[in-house]
């Protein structure tokens, strides 16, 4: 696809590095030539408008657009739709396989219309790396990961078959196999290039390595200046086929870093603090962007680590410019030396480059930090920013069982069978997880000193506590083997279990028989400490009603402790073999033992020789036996890929009022995508679990729900069934209940839902502040679809969510300040009526919420339809993102 569009500036240019040459749009160029000075702008701003240099085009990016970035340096703000095409698209195999399935479907749909299936292709480059289907059955042995391997073979054969079908079907589209490592670490370790290259018209075109993925955490990568961020499936498939993604131009706030992060504190305490900083100061839809002299004390994977939690933190991503580290990383991990030298130069000539002598960028606002106050932190029990110092973690457990359980004393357990109780606030869980920590080596060395010296001192993990070790990538594992510390983490519990994210993502298996009676029996509020980024409600394990964010170090002590009880500053994790009372910091490695520990044992050839083949995978995936064809043959019987009904009608869907709606739910402030689409167990006695068993699967192959989302029969039934999930018009209930209206009969949501449908009744969701927070799950909005969602109400939407809501053609309205379902009383006996949908659309415009109650009153309340820009108008108009792009495919043919 030809980049070089209209260049009306005149400023495509030509540089030289390493030995080659290349063109590019060069931002000084285009500033003399009258865009004006744009030093001071974001640096992440500076990417956008490189993007719209290159792509403008007249039509889909315009010359005022080009001015409207460089004159946001003015107001610090822009209510400017501007189209961001990213050089690439990222997914994992939760949301990749949806989206896989969709442009399977799309296929059909263009034969159907008589077109060419062909046309519906990757036409930027896409990565999938298969990471979030492994999970913890097998735990703390020599024969754990082999184990869990052939269990994830044995359960997602048919999901494998079909990413391999599409990996021959799709040009530009490649699968990284199971078993290598997290999506976001292959990505900063080898996907990612900071400066991407194409051929273009004979010459070679450079211009910043830009990406959109499928999984919220793809904002790691921003640590290595490669801007990107989380989108929902539909909207990657979108941007895969060609279609642009639309977005204002951001608001962007500086974080200033100073100082240096004093001794024993940790990456992972860093970010809890940012996270914790950020969430106050409000993100939500805006850049966050790094800068001050504090990032020459960061090392590359620090910076990664920070950028990861932009989720958590709210903002759309989380950016670090280009820098000597950026460089030096690079280089270490084994890049093509041509292409190190290319990053450098161009970011040089570009203006792109940060050291000790940049001036500070114009932030639309700032906050500031000095890394000497990071302190050794958690977060929890439920939410990855309410950060708690470790000194006073035990006291703010207590204070949380407290509420818990009023002045009831604590709940103990026998274990059955077992030589031990479990008893409130025990650890049941321990796990060094996710790809926020698992990809920075200070940490994960951190945590093998941590073990060798508990192992050298005589502690054990307590019994009840289920351990386990998943690295981000095969690198962990050599540079660990290496220094000798894999055999200590072995020896206290964490071998080796997967390579993917396992806990972190609710993939944390069952606990041990004994555990479970135990914790049911007594009733019993136990916790899970994971080194991850997410600790929601009903995600890490249905059992661990407390969970805590904390860096792998703390996950080996905890392990040791026991209990969220303990006061690990000041009483003793254990006893030692010689009687001896062993304290935190009897074992807790020194800042230089875990940098003399790296510097002795990482290598680049690691980098080198595990990329080398990363996408021939193991033998179990080459015996795997794939269908072939342009268009997949889709299996009747399968309960894991099947033919979605989105593409059945492309007849556009237009501007319609909502009338005579009822409520499906009313929920609170926070909900989760979690809440909404989960992602881990099915329960044999939900909708799901009963579709399952009917279709002869028995509970023991349930897998999970993310595992299954390539059958929209089995998602559809696990919408709104999160068992934490609490719907306001079934009080004192928990889980995917309703009560169907106007009967007031208490019922299963996906239950209510289809009756609803059958009598040609609308819906609607009305929830409080931030819905739809957390990963950019797709099927959270497909799912809602499906139900007979026409409109979700609520007070405020996190960013992703919404943009799927309006991608699959559902309204996202929300209420005016100070106006609430709790303001109005709302309990879900209502009818509703939405007016103003009928005439010109406009983005952001007011409609009219009626509200008819049950007495014979209406009440009736403005409400803003959250459609922000002019392309969303058009594909709600068409049903969603996907119809529209498809509709266009097929008229063309």
């Given at each position: 696809?030809?980049?070089?569009?209209?260049?009306?500036?005149?400023?495509?240019?030509?540089?030289?590095?390493?030995?080659?040459?290349?063109?590019?749009?060069?931002?000084?160029?285009?500033?003399?030539?009258?865009?004006?000075?744009?030093?001071?702008?974001?640096?992440?701003?500076?990417?956008?408008?490189?993007?719209?240099?290159?792509?403008?085009?007249?039509?889909?990016?315009?010359?005022?657009?080009?001015?409207?970035?460089?004159?946001?340096?003015?107001?610090?703000?822009?209510?400017?739709?501007?189209?961001?095409?990213?050089?690439?698209?990222?997914?994992?195999?939760?949301?990749?396989?949806?989206?896989?399935?969709?442009?399977?479907?799309?296929?059909?749909?263009?034969?159907?219309?008589n077109a060419d299936p062909a046309k519906i292709n990757p036409l930027v480059p896409v990565d999938l790396v298969i990471d979030h289907s492994v999970m913890v059955d097998a735990f703390g042995n020599a024969s754990a990961f082999g184990t869990n391997v052939k269990l994830e073979y044995e359960r997602n054969r048919e999901r494998y078959e079909f990413l391999r079908w599409g990996q021959s079907a799709f040009n530009n589209f490649r699968v990284v196999p199971p078993g290598t490592g997290i999506c976001h670490q292959v990505n900063l370790e080898y996907l990612a290039q900071t400066v991407w290259t194409t051929p273009d018209n004979g010459s070679v075109l450079a211009y910043p390595d830009t990406l959109v993925g499928t999984d919220s955490h793809t904002t790691m990568i921003n640590g290595l200046a490669v801007l990107?961020?989380?989108?929902?499936?539909?909207?990657?498939?979108?941007?895969?086929?060609?279609?642009?993604?639309?977005m204002l131009i951001p608001e962007v706030i500086g974080f200033k870093l100073t100082g240096a992060m004093k001794e024993g504190t940790t990456a992972t305490d860093l970010v809890l603090m940012v996270t914790e900083m950020l969430r106050k100061k409000g993100v939500v839809g805006k850049f966050v962007e790094f800068y001050g002299p504090g990032l020459d004390h960061l090392t590359l994977a620090d910076q990664a680590t920070i950028a990861n939690m932009a989720p958590e933190y709210g903002a759309t991503c989380g950016f670090f410019p280009i820098?000597?580290?950026?460089?030096?990383?690079?280089?270490?991990?084994?890049?093509?030396?041509?292409?190190?030298?290319?990053?450098?130069?161009?970011?040089?000539?570009q203006g792109l480059w940060r050291d000790s002598n940049t001036p500070d960028p114009a932030f639309t606002d700032s906050l500031q930090l000095d890394l000497a106050a990071v302190e050794s932190s958690l977060a929890g029990p439920r939410r990855p920013q309410d950060r708690v110092s470790l000194s006073s973690s035990a006291a703010a457990f207590k204070a949380y069982l407290a509420k818990e359980r009023g002045d009831k004393p604590d709940h103990v357990a026998a274990a059955p069978g077992?030589?031990?109780?479990?008893?409130?606030?025990?650890?049941?869980?321990?796990?060094?997880?996710?790809?926020?920590?698992?990809?920075?080596?200070?940490v994960l060395i951190g945590a093998g000193l941590v073990a060798r010296n508990a192992r050298r001192a005589g502690l054990t993990v307590k019994p009840w506590v289920k351990t386990s070790f998943a690295p981000g990538s095969q690198v962990v594992t050599d540079y660990l083997n290496a220094a000798g510390l894999q055999e200590d983490l072995d020896a206290v519990g964490f071998n080796l279990v997967g390579y993917g994210c396992t806990t972190c993502i609710g993939?944390?298996?069952?606990?041990?028989?004994?555990?479970?009676?135990?914790?049911?029996?007594?009733?019993?509020?136990?916790?899970?400490?994971?080194?991850?980024?997410?600790?929601?409600e009903g995600r890490v394990h249905a059992q661990t009603k407390a969970n805590y964010l904390a860096s792998p170090l703390l996950v080996v002590a905890y392990a040791l402790a026991g209990t969220m009880k303990l006061d690990l500053l000041n009483e003793p994790l254990g006893t030692g073999e010689e009687g001896q009372p062993v304290y935190l910091r009897d074992i807790w490695p020194t800042n230089h033992d875990i940098r003399e520990t790296m510097e002795r044992v990482l290598t680049p050839e690691m980098f080198r020789q595990r990329y080398d083949n990363v996408f021939l995978g193991d033998t179990a995936w080459q015996a795997l036996e794939a269908p072939t064809g342009n268009t997949y043959e889709w299996v009747e019987e399968s309960t894991y890929v099947r033919?979605?009904?989105?593409?059945?009608?492309?007849?556009?869907?237009?501007?319609?009022?909502?009338?005579?709606?009822?409520?499906?739910?009313?929920?609170?402030?926070?909900?989760?995508?979690?809440?909404?689409?989960?992602?881990?167990?099915?329960?044999?006695?939900?909708?799901?679990?009963?579709?399952?068993?009917?279709?002869?699967?028995?509970?023991?192959?349930?897998?999970?729900?993310?595992?299954?989302?390539?059958?929209?029969?089995v998602m559809m039934r696990g919408t709104f069934a999160n068992i934490r999930i609490r719907n306001e018009m079934a009080p004192g209930t928990e889980g995917g209940v309703t009560r169907h209206q106007p009967d007031g009969e208490l019922m299963p949501i996906y239950d209510a839902a289809m009756t609803y449908q059958a009598a040609g009744v609308p819906l609607v969701v009305i929830a409080g502040?931030?819905?739809?927070?957390?990963?950019?799950?797709?099927?959270?909005?497909?799912?809602?679809?499906?139900?007979?969602?026409?409109?979700?109400?609520?007070?405020?939407?996190?960013?992703?969510?919404?943009?799927?809501?309006?991608?699959?053609?559902?309204?996202?309205?929300?209420?005016?300040e100070g106006v609430s379902r709790k303001t109005l009383g709302l309990d879900g006996s209502e009818v509703f009526d939405i007016t103003g949908l009928t005439g010109e659309i406009m983005p952001r415009m007011d409609v009219t919420l009626a509200i008819h109650r049950a007495d014979g009153r209406t009440d009736t309340v403005p409400l803003l339809c959250r459609i922000d820009t002019l392309d969303e108008v058009e594909y709600y108009r068409n049903g969603g993102i996907l119809q529209f792009v498809l509709g266009n495919l097929a008229a063309a043919s």
């Amino acid at each position: 696809m030809s980049q070089h569009g209209n260049d009306s500036l005149n400023c495509r240019r030509s540089l030289s590095a390493g030995g080659h040459k290349y063109d590019y749009f060069s931002i000084p160029a285009a500033s003399a030539a009258g865009l004006g000075n744009v030093e001071a702008l974001p640096f992440s701003l500076k990417v956008l408008l490189e993007n719209l240099l290159r792509w403008e085009d007249g039509r889909t990016v315009s010359i005022d657009d080009v001015h409207a970035v460089a004159t946001w340096l003015q107001t610090r703000s822009s209510d400017r739709e501007i189209a961001f095409r990213p050089a690439r698209v990222l997914m994992q195999d939760f949301t990749g396989v949806p989206a896989v399935v969709d442009l399977a479907a799309m296929r059909n749909a263009m034969a159907a219309a008589n077109a060419d299936p062909a046309k519906i292709n990757p036409l930027v480059p896409v990565d999938l790396v298969i990471d979030h289907s492994v999970m913890v059955d097998a735990f703390g042995n020599a024969s754990a990961f082999g184990t869990n391997v052939k269990l994830e073979y044995e359960r997602n054969r048919e999901r494998y078959e079909f990413l391999r079908w599409g990996q021959s079907a799709f040009n530009n589209f490649r699968v990284v196999p199971p078993g290598t490592g997290i999506c976001h670490q292959v990505n900063l370790e080898y996907l990612a290039q900071t400066v991407w290259t194409t051929p273009d018209n004979g010459s070679v075109l450079a211009y910043p390595d830009t990406l959109v993925g499928t999984d919220s955490h793809t904002t790691m990568i921003n640590g290595l200046a490669v801007l990107g961020w989380g989108v929902g499936g539909i909207e990657a498939e979108a941007a895969m086929l060609g279609q642009p993604i639309s977005m204002l131009i951001p608001e962007v706030i500086g974080f200033k870093l100073t100082g240096a992060m004093k001794e024993g504190t940790t990456a992972t305490d860093l970010v809890l603090m940012v996270t914790e900083m950020l969430r106050k100061k409000g993100v939500v839809g805006k850049f966050v962007e790094f800068y001050g002299p504090g990032l020459d004390h960061l090392t590359l994977a620090d910076q990664a680590t920070i950028a990861n939690m932009a989720p958590e933190y709210g903002a759309t991503c989380g950016f670090f410019p280009i820098s000597r580290a950026t460089v030096d990383y690079l280089r270490f991990s084994g890049r093509d030396p041509a292409r190190v030298a290319l990053v450098e130069a161009y970011a040089k000539e570009q203006g792109l480059w940060r050291d000790s002598n940049t001036p500070d960028p114009a932030f639309t606002d700032s906050l500031q930090l000095d890394l000497a106050a990071v302190e050794s932190s958690l977060a929890g029990p439920r939410r990855p920013q309410d950060r708690v110092s470790l000194s006073s973690s035990a006291a703010a457990f207590k204070a949380y069982l407290a509420k818990e359980r009023g002045d009831k004393p604590d709940h103990v357990a026998a274990a059955p069978g077992a030589n031990f109780e479990v008893k409130d606030g025990d650890v049941v869980i321990a796990a060094i997880t996710s790809c926020t920590n698992t990809s920075n080596p200070s940490v994960l060395i951190g945590a093998g000193l941590v073990a060798r010296n508990a192992r050298r001192a005589g502690l054990t993990v307590k019994p009840w506590v289920k351990t386990s070790f998943a690295p981000g990538s095969q690198v962990v594992t050599d540079y660990l083997n290496a220094a000798g510390l894999q055999e200590d983490l072995d020896a206290v519990g964490f071998n080796l279990v997967g390579y993917g994210c396992t806990t972190c993502i609710g993939n944390s298996g069952p606990l041990p028989d004994p555990v479970t009676k135990a914790i049911d029996d007594g009733d019993l509020t136990v916790a899970a400490v994971l080194s991850g980024n997410r600790n929601f409600e009903g995600r890490v394990h249905a059992q661990t009603k407390a969970n805590y964010l904390a860096s792998p170090l703390l996950v080996v002590a905890y392990a040791l402790a026991g209990t969220m009880k303990l006061d690990l500053l000041n009483e003793p994790l254990g006893t030692g073999e010689e009687g001896q009372p062993v304290y935190l910091r009897d074992i807790w490695p020194t800042n230089h033992d875990i940098r003399e520990t790296m510097e002795r044992v990482l290598t680049p050839e690691m980098f080198r020789q595990r990329y080398d083949n990363v996408f021939l995978g193991d033998t179990a995936w080459q015996a795997l036996e794939a269908p072939t064809g342009n268009t997949y043959e889709w299996v009747e019987e399968s309960t894991y890929v099947r033919n979605p009904p989105f593409f059945a009608d492309l007849t556009p869907q237009g501007f319609n009022d909502v009338v005579s709606a009822r409520a499906l739910a009313i929920l609170g402030d926070s909900v989760t995508t979690d809440h909404i689409s989960p992602a881990g167990s099915i329960k044999k006695d939900s909708p799901a679990g009963r579709y399952l068993i009917a279709n002869g699967v028995p509970a023991a192959d349930f897998n999970s729900y993310g595992s299954r989302r390539g059958n929209h029969e089995v998602m559809m039934r696990g919408t709104f069934a999160n068992i934490r999930i609490r719907n306001e018009m079934a009080p004192g209930t928990e889980g995917g209940v309703t009560r169907h209206q106007p009967d007031g009969e208490l019922m299963p949501i996906y239950d209510a839902a289809m009756t609803y449908q059958a009598a040609g009744v609308p819906l609607v969701v009305i929830a409080g502040k931030e819905y739809g927070t957390g990963s950019s799950r797709d099927w959270a909005a497909k799912g809602t679809r499906l139900l007979g969602v026409k409109a979700v109400i609520a007070e405020s939407f996190e960013r992703i969510h919404r943009s799927n809501l309006i991608g699959m053609g559902i309204l996202a309205l929300q209420f005016k300040e100070g106006v609430s379902r709790k303001t109005l009383g709302l309990d879900g006996s209502e009818v509703f009526d939405i007016t103003g949908l009928t005439g010109e659309i406009m983005p952001r415009m007011d409609v009219t919420l009626a509200i008819h109650r049950a007495d014979g009153r209406t009440d009736t309340v403005p409400l803003l339809c959250r459609i922000d820009t002019l392309d969303e108008v058009e594909y709600y108009r068409n049903g969603g993102i996907l119809q529209f792009v498809l509709g266009n495919l097929a008229a063309a043919s």
